[in-house]
């Protein structure tokens, strides 16, 4: 059974940085597949944050963090990470890894939560001001 584990939330400060981390078990494959970041704060929509293709050759960032949140993986390790910057209070929420089907190339060219197969739990980014 595939699991995915995301870490490395908390409480941030206001032009502070966080990095999240994102580990699978029993995934094949995993660096041919496909994998994103999404958010969701309360009483919004879940958003694509930001996603990395297969091998990490094309990411797809949403321009609500773009320059200040980057994604990116280490195969090695099945570790997929968000590296966020310059936080801002309106980037409070929970923070989910999704991954994607084998084969599909649809994240990383784009990060729509429709493209994800299997989901972790979340882990709380609180940004004060």
């Known amino acids: 059974q595939v699991q995915v584990v995301e870490s490395g939330g908390g409480l941030g400060q206001a032009g502070g940085s966080l990095r999240l981390s994102c580990t699978t078990q029993?995934?094949?494959?995993?660096?041919?597949?496909?994998m994103g970041w999404f958010r969701r704060a309360p009483g919004k929509a879940r958003e694509g944050v930001s996603c990395?293709?297969?091998?990490?050759?094309?990411?797809y960032t949403a321009d609500s963090v773009k320059g200040r949140f980057t994604v990116s993986r280490d195969d090695a390790k099945n570790t997929l990470y968000l590296q966020m910057n310059n936080l801002k209070p309106e980037d409070t929420a929970m923070y989910y890894c999704?991954?994607?089907?084998?084969?599909?190339?649809?994240?990383?060219?784009?990060?729509?939560?429709?493209?994800?197969?299997?989901w972790g739990q979340g882990t709380q980014v609180t940004v004060s001001s």
């Open positions: 999704g991954v994607g089907l084998l084969g599909s190339v649809a994240l990383g060219s784009s990060c729509r939560a429709t493209d994800v197969k299997t």
């Open positions: 990395i293709s297969g091998r990490g050759d094309n990411t």
């Open positions: 029993g995934l094949q494959n995993f660096e041919l597949r496909g």
